[in-house]
């Protein structure tokens, strides 16, 4: 029999269904006994009539059954308005317990605020049972599943690269080593390199979604040695401006689709509200924001900080976005080339061809278009000395490649700030950090 959720039980109305779930909440009272059984899509009662001798048994079970157990209950779905629970209720025939909890839960997961975040993330798998947290993948994996959309929508292709990369090529000690048979292997800071060369292979508009890894000893609320990146290369870019224009209209479209599914509920849950933005997305240049900083609000940084966003600046950049331009979003251009990866396009000027795009105050995208010329990128190589650890990389740009771009976002990060959720440990479905690899 196909598996009922509890969001479909409203299509079953007077017909015997079968229905699985946790075991939420048991009131057992003198004539009646009320279960409420929970599955990922929400929740509903099953009612036990103790006068009916035939219930004997069910009422029997239910009386002695632990909460949090998982049950498979065969019965009839009314519709019952006096029901405050969604107005609807099973009457069952039987019920057969599939899984029994054994022990006591550890905490009490549906109220959270007395529970140190350390503890929940020790028993992440009861943390997560948890109707909010619950929720906030269900709108993780819609805002994910629009920005797809969108790309499959304008000729993209998903692909899948390796992790395992065989030299520590993008910036040497944030690379994890990995024993790979007789030699060291890399886990991959990014898809980068295969991005780039699917591009060269003709592929003409690529994506991927998948885990990168970043041995920074990093313990900020905003990062994670391992995360979820959702990354993005196109071909036959006129300007990095292109780039930015499709970043902003993914986002745009998949904000408010995702507002769409999700939006009154995630203010319900939340307290927050998805804005979906207008394009475009304003820019600003890194030292007209400085200046603007320093003569709005006041701050000033030493010339020497001003080739990159210091982590006030970046935040003040938020209050100066919807100060200046009544926008949430704000790309930031004009970095120097020297602060970012060599496969950044550079103008006649040595000025850099990329950008960071910020949301509230925090950097959620580094994008650029790339160097596609053969001489010009081996170049750059060699003065970030590079050598041989990129020259597989380099050979990707011998036999000609268009002119392209791309960018990366990731997913824990974008979901903490939709959902005003204080850390990226609790937006990823299993944090890994400096100080934690288990569960």
């Keep these: 029999m196909k598996k009922i959720f509890a969001n479909e ?105 007395t529970v140190n975040l350390d503890t929940r993330l020790d028993y992440r798998f009861i943390d997560l049972r948890n109707d909010k947290n619950i929720f906030m993948f269900q709108v993780q994996s819609t805002i994910v599943r629009y920005m797809r ?63 990168c890894f970043r041995a920074e000893n990093s313990n900020t609320s905003r990062h994670a040695t391992e995360f979820t990146s959702f990354d993005v290369e196109f071909s036959y870019i006129d300007s990095f401006y292109d780039v930015m224009n499709l970043e ?22 939340f307290g927050t509200e998805i804005i979906v933005p207008k394009l475009p997305f304003p820019v600003m240049r890194l030292a007209d924001i400085y200046k603007e900083l320093e003569e709005r609000y006041g701050y000033k940084v030493a010339d020497e900080e001003k080739n990159d966003l210091t982590t006030e600046a970046e935040k003040l950049c938020y209050k100066l976005s919807m100060d200046k331009f009544n926008h949430e979003y704000l790309f930031v251009i004009d970095y120097p080339a020297d602060k970012r990866a060599f496969y950044h396009m550079r103008d006649e000027k040595g000025h850099l061809l990329g950008y960071d795009l910020l949301w509230r105050g925090v950097e959620i995208t580094t994008g650029a278009q790339r160097e596609h010329r053969y001489e010009e990128i081996k170049k750059n190589a060699k003065e970030k000395n590079l050598g041989d650890d990129v020259k597989f990389y380099l050979d990707f740009f011998k036999y000609g490649c268009p002119p392209h771009g791309g960018f990366a976002i990731g997913i824990d990060r974008l979901t903490m700030l939709l959902l005003s959720i204080p850390s990226v440990k609790e937006t990823q479905f299993l944090f890994r950090g400096p100080n934690r690899l288990y569960p």
Excluded at 61 to 85: A, D, F, N, R
Excluded at 176 to 194: G, T
Excluded at 248 to 268: H, Q, R
């Design 9 to 113: 039980l409203k299509n079953y109305f007077g017909k015997e269904v079968e229905f699985s779930g946790f075991v939420d909440n048991i009131r057992d009272l003198q004539w009646v006994q009320f279960v409420i059984l929970r599955d990922s899509t929400g929740k509903v009662q099953v009612t036990i009539e103790k006068s009916e001798e035939k219930n004997n048994e069910m009422v029997d079970l239910i009386s002695s059954l632990p909460l949090e157990s998982t049950v498979k209950i065969t019965g009839t779905v009314i519709e019952s308005p006096k029901v405050k629970l969604n107005g609807m209720e099973i009457i069952p025939t039987n019920i057969e317990v599939t899984s029994m909890s054994n022990e006591e839960l550890p905490f009490n997961f549906k109220d959270l605020s």
């Design 149 to 211: 959309e969108y790309l499959y929508e304008h000729n993209f292709t998903e692909i899948h690269t390796p992790k395992f990369i065989g030299a520590a090529s993008e910036s040497g000690a944030d690379v994890f080593e990995v024993k790979y048979f007789d030699r060291l292997a890399y886990l991959a800071q990014s898809p980068q390199f295969y991005k780039q060369m699917a591009i060269a292979s003709g592929f003409s508009n690529v994506f991927e979604v998948a885990p």
């Design 248 to 269: 902003a209209e993914m986002l745009a479209y998949a904000l408010e689709k995702t507002n769409e599914v999700y939006g009154e509920k995630i203010k319900e849950v």
